[in-house]
């Protein structure tokens, strides 16, 4: 073995062993870079020593009870020392600025590290960031006022209520964002009225129950993401998506997929595609008896729907095609920049995935839930760590955070191909470098015209990303940029005066997200009444409402199913 090899072989031990998901290694090879870059390193340390000397002084002020503008503010949406005390009471104050000085140095150094790439800065960044945002002092007790002067004000009742709730967490497995006890699906979630009226070993198929006399002839066919459950668009009455289409006049089926078990970890994005998306077409097409539907794909299941239609504009013959117009809600194609998640796809990352998930046979839903927590952690982790365990105030009911947590697996094969094929080797925009179910995959077949929505403060699909659908598919183009995020930046139902607003346009191959966004229009309210104006003209003329099952396609349930309430 040559030392080449040797030192490699060492590499892979401590990677795959003890540093499986890259946590340390950015650490360590970013400090070797500043040691190796003496200037740089030095004119940031006197920029550092600079601000310390002014904080030095904004600190002697505090203490001798001057008044004095702080050195280093929060970020607007940073929360965690909003109450007054943080800044009245000179103790705390100091505190505050001193830990929010050294935050800010050690991130702004890590993201400017001299010969390391932009990747490995990031990763860097990350992993430190989650170190600084658990070493807060508000995440402890004693250096925390507003956990103090809760337990003085509760005759220390907020602690041994933080107690309850720190052992019921512990007992669950994961700080719960709220209290799930509050939520029963089928009873206050998912109540649209509908019936399953099929039902393979990966999906069931949700026709639901018409509201208005007349439908248009051709049906709705949502494909939702497998990564969590189909009622984030079925919450409540005045959230429910589905309920909006149905009053709107359309026929809908959903998928709701089977959360898969070890039996299942063969499964295969192939399958997903002809057992699952193909299948729910076909069932609306029978029951409805429409030649095509309309089709709409949420996240992940936006990008299943995608590379359906590349597949089925080559499977099928343009009289045969059975999707007539697509809808993509957040879902990315081009995973180039995938956002914040790809801290956590690399290939040493993957390859620990991947054996993990052999071992089970599938990726726990819990621990892509954790994941996809850490990129927001003070807010969705440590702010449940503070208002529950150290101030004893359990957490409030909120249907989409119950939502969130009621996670679903991923069978083995299928997740790590996708992990691999999309996100690493970015695939699915490639002319032809992907064959699934027997068809070679490329976006430019997909003929048919496309609704896309991003969301402004999406952090799991950036908009600009989800934009990029528009630079491969040839036929006609909408995009919409929705404000808010990931999910309210879809469930976004109208209301009276408007909570949200959007920006909407044509969009061209040609066009980057900067140059559409320049001309397209702002507009206040919902963007579900743009797509509906867009989609109905789409939709085939109204006629007599069907039924909602068939001799070929019987009730097998009422809506929402077995396969939604399995954990």
Known sequence: MTPKDAWQAVHDAVESRIDPIGMMAPLVHAQMAWWLHPQELAESLSRFSTDVLTLQWHTWQRALGMQAEDVVRPHADDQRFSDPEWRDIATWGILRQWYLLFTRQTLDMLHETPGLSSRERRKAAFWWREWLNAMAPTNFFWSNPVAQRKAIESNGQSLARGLEIMLDDLK?????????????????????????????????????????????????????????????????????????????????????????????????????????????????????????????????????????????????????????????????????????????????????????????????????????????????????????????????????????????????????????????????????????????????????????????DDHIAPWRQTFRVNNFVCGSKRNVLSSSGHILGIVNPPVNPPKREYWVGTAERHDTPESWHERAEHRQGSWWEDWMAWLKPQAGKLVKAGPTTTREYPALGDAPGEYVRET
Not at 239 to 265: A, C, E
Request: charged share 20%; glycine share 6%; net charge neutral.
């Open 172 to 456: 669950a497995g994961t700080v719960r964002m709220t209290d799930p006890s509050h939520f029963t699906v089928g009873k206050n979630l998912a109540t649209t009225p509908g019936k399953v009226v099929f039902r393979n070993r990966l999906l069931e198929v949700i026709h639901y129950t018409p509201t208005v006399e007349k439908n248009f002839e051709k049906p709705l066919v949502i494909v939702t993401a497998w990564i969590n459950k189909h009622y984030i668009l079925d919450m409540t009455p005045a959230k429910s998506m589905v309920k909006y289409l149905l009053d709107q006049g359309f026929s809908v089926f959903i998928t709701s997929w089977k959360n898969p078990d070890q039996t299942m970890s063969e499964v295969s994005f192939d399958d997903y595609l002809s057992e699952g998306i193909d299948k729910i077409i076909h069932v609306a097409r029978e029951i409805s008896g429409a030649k095509q539907v309309n089709a709409v794909g949420y996240c992940i299941g936006g990008a299943a729907l995608t590379t359906y239609m590349a597949w089925a504009n080559r499977r099928y013959s343009a009289r045969e095609m059975p999707v007539s117009s697509v809808t993509l809600l957040t879902a990315l194609v081009d995973y180039h920049k995938p956002g914040d998640i790809e801290i956590f796809l690399d290939e040493s990352t993957i390859q620990w995935l991947s054996k993990n998930m052999q071992a089970k046979g599938f990726l726990e839903g819990q621990e892509m839930a954790t994941a996809f927590r850490l990129l927001r952690s003070n807010s969705l982790i440590w702010h449940y760590v503070v208002h529950g365990y150290l101030y004893g105030e359990t957490p409030p009911p909120f249907d989409v955070l119950y939502w969130n947590m009621d996670a679903t697996r991923m069978p083995a094969d299928m997740h790590q191909w996708y992990l691999r094929e999309f996100y690493l080797n970015n695939n699915l925009i490639k002319k032809d470098a992907l064959t699934i179910a027997g068809e070679a995959i490329d976006l430019e077949r997909i003929k048919q015209p496309v609704y896309s929505v991003g969301a402004a």
